[in-house]
């Protein structure tokens, strides 16, 4: 007679898939700072950039979490209700300063896509490379 017996604890399965569990969320958490790193980056890029006549629309500029479900997402943006000393919400004229080519300051004409264009893929994946293997401990 010939006789194969497999067994498998439950217990060493069951901890098994916590293990992974967890390093899953330790992944998760690096990916994120990974994208959030990126993101701060390039927003110091463009508030280099970003034109100044009172500070007001400069002073809008934010870089928000607007993770969804499984995905994660950072917006920088500028344009809010904050005002100038005319009176206007920086959200009137935002865009109209983002499109504006100014021949005495040609650093201020599309400084956030500019700040994000020179960021580039290359940044965002050594980043987030680079937090993944710190998480998982290779080096």
Partial sequence: MSKL????????????????????????????E???NVADFAFEMAQESAPVV???LKSSGQVTNTDSGEVIRRT????TSLTNPSGDPTSEYA?????MYNPYKPEAYKWLERAVRSTGDDLFLEEVARLLRQAIGSR
């Fill in 54 to 56: 009172s500070g007001a």
């Fill in 95 to 99: 865009v109209d300063r983002h499109e």
């Fill in 5 to 32: 017996t497999i067994t498998i604890n439950k217990g060493s399965a069951n901890r098994l898939i916590a293990n992974l569990n967890a390093k899953q969320r330790v992944l998760i958490n690096a990916a994120s």
């Fill in 76 to 79: 920088i943006s500028y344009g």
């Fill in 34 to 36: 990974g994208v959030q």
